[in-house]
Nanobody
Framework: QGQLVESGGGLVQAGGSLRLSCAASGFTFSNSAMSWARQAPGKKLEWVSGIASDGTTYYADSMKGRFTISRDNAANTVYLQMNSLNSEDTAVYYC?????????RGQGTQVTVSS
């Protein structure tokens, strides 16, 4: 079980930045790997980034150098800092419990990048 609530999405110009947050509850957050996934219109769900319980981070190749995942175990929150955004980053972004895109996830937050 568990609940995940994303926030921080919005409309941003190409080249801009956004920081997404995910507040977690109902499970032992500090012991859990967490991920971010996204789904663009008409496309499949895509894994973006993950962070292990020990803080080790992982990124999809197209996000390396632009996105940074982090976690605050005291606040039960995982973050995704997104820089140098482009139109291909437009999607609904989901916080996911686990190391893949297919675990329990929140309702998502929309990120729209205007060119």
């Amino acid at each position: 079980q568990g609940q995940l609530v994303e926030s921080g999405g919005g409309l941003v110009q190409a080249g801009g930045s956004l920081r997404l947050s995910c507040a977690a509850s109902g499970f032992t957050f500090s012991n859990s790997a967490m991920s971010w996934a996204r789904q663009a219109p008409g496309k499949k769900l895509e894994w973006v980034s993950g962070i292990a319980s020990d803080g080790t981070t992982y990124y999809a190749d197209s996000m390396k150098g632009r996105f940074t995942i982090s976690r605050d175990n005291a606040a039960n929150t995982v973050y995704l800092q997104m820089n140098s955004l482009n139109s291909e980053d437009t999607a609904v972004y989901y916080c996911v419990l686990g190391a893949t895109a297919w675990g329990r996830r929140g309702q998502g937050t929309q990120v729209t990048v205007s060119s």
